[in-house]
């Protein structure tokens, strides 16, 4: 037996090499959420196949890499009709120019769902004039309604700034007039010289107290615009609740008395809550305000406070005539007025939104529970000093 024996050591290294290199490379292409391809069109322009399409093409197409291969119009055929002119001719220019392929295109999967994707490729012409493109083609649909919502999140924030810059342009212009309204009638009223008519005494009292209302609700309106625009400041200090109540209570007891409606102001000893002082005030007189108006004739209302751990929590309770249900979860939303809407009972329905946002800007919260028919309970948690 004659023979030669060779040393193919480098050979086989090199073939295993290869095969890990291809082995590495299909791993890649199933593992990249699009689908990497090649695809060739030969030199007249007439024919076009993919040489080759990775795995990914079943997820993203809904065809099959075999089915791809033996057919590129199967992928042609997915492509939204009125897309398909504009594929191709983006494809016939990138040839022509040997420049990057770029197209973003609607498709109808085979399990009906429609789905927008983003190829890209770069195109490289052989010896026998075809082009060949390498490229990626990944499926968008969720990044371009991502872009969509935030564009329209975006239009609704400019919307919601014009807005809230109106309404504090207008409330600011209202009460210039206003305070000339309230001042002349002020002066009316202490007029000596000559005196007020008895007969015209009522009617300037009734202007000055529908101003003083008006004035209440342009500057419940103007905190709102400011709070929404977050340019109202707070001077958060220690603040005695004692002093407070008392202050707040006496504040109120004129309009309790004229709704016949019992107001108590619990001693509130040795409570200090951390709070912007004029601003709490303004919470507290709000919430008795509404506990007072929206109470009946013999009714009562509570102003009481008391520790919870490290927290202070402050109750408004009246036996009033509560709030339904489903006006419940939005008493704090602006302009949410509930049954009131066209009742007797003056009012916005901006207090409450304004209390809200203020008791948050103080690192507080503010809660309701109530009873249609029976009353109602606000509390107001805000951190103990
Ligand atoms: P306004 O009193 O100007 O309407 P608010 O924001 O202060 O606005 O209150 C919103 C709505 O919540 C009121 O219109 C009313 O329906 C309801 N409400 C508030 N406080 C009480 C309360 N203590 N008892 C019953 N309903 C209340």
Redesign the pocket.
């Known amino acids: 037996m004659l023979g030669t024996q060779t040393d193919i050591t480098s050979q086989r290294e090199l073939e295993m090499q290869a095969s890990a290199d291809r082995a590495r490379l299909a791993l890649i292409a199933r593992h990249v959420p699009g689908v990497l391809y090649q695809f060739m069109q030969s030199a007249d322009g007439r024919q076009g196949w993919f040489s080759y399409v990775s795995e990914r093409c079943e997820a993203v197409f809904g065809v099959a890499p075999g089915e791809l291969t033996a057919d590129a119009s199967a992928l042609l055929r997915r492509v939204h009709p009125e897309w398909r002119e504009r594929l191709r001719s983006s494809l016939a220019v990138s040839a022509v120019h040997s420049a990057q392929w770029r197209l973003e295109f609607p498709i109808r999967r085979r399990d009906g769902v429609d789905r927008w994707l983003l190829g890209a490729a770069s195109p490289q012409r052989d010896s026998e004039g075809r082009t060949a493109w390498f490229g990626y083609i990944a499926d968008v649909t969720d990044l371009r309604e991502l872009e969509a919502t935030s564009r329209d999140k975006a239009a609704a924030e400019a919307a919601s700034r014009a807005k809230t810059e109106f309404l504090s342009r207008m409330s600011h212009e209202l009460r210039t007039p206003l305070n000339a309204v309230l001042g002349f009638s002020q002066l009316l009223e202490l007029s000596q010289t000559p005196p007020l008519a008895d007969a015209h005494r009522r009617p300037v009292q009734l202007i000055r107290q529908a101003g003083d209302h008006l004035l209440t609700m342009i500057g419940d309106l103007l905190d709102l615009t400011r709070i929404e625009a977050g340019q109202l400041p707070l001077q958060i200090d220690a603040v005695a609740l004692a002093p407070l109540v008392e202050e707040c209570v006496a504040l109120m007891q004129a309009q309790a008395a004229s709704a016949q409606v019992r107001l108590v102001g619990a001693p509130c000893v040795g409570l200090v809550v951390q709070a912007d002082r004029t601003r709490l005030k303004q919470v507290l007189l709000?919430l008795l305000s509404?506990?007072v108006?929206?109470n009946r004739r013999g009714g009562a209302v509570t102003l009481n406070a008391r520790s919870d751990g490290a927290e202070v929590v402050i109750e408004v309770s009246?036996t009033?005539?509560?709030?339904a249900e489903d006006?419940l979860a939005r008493?704090f939303e602006p302009f949410?007025?509930?049954?009131?809407g066209q009742s007797s009972i003056e009012?916005?329905?901006?207090?409450?939104?304004v209390c809200k946002s203020l008791i948050e800007l103080m690192a507080g919260t503010v809660g309701v529970q109530?009873a249609a028919g029976k009353g109602?309970l606000?509390t107001v948690r805000l951190a103990m000093a």
Not at 320 to 323: Q, R
Not at 336 to 340: F, L, P, S, V, Y
Not at 347 to 353: D, K, P, Y
């Open positions: 709000n509404n506990a108006k929206y009246d009033g005539i509560g709030i006006h008493v949410q007025r509930g049954a009131h009012g916005t329905g901006i207090g409450l939104a109530s109602s606000f």
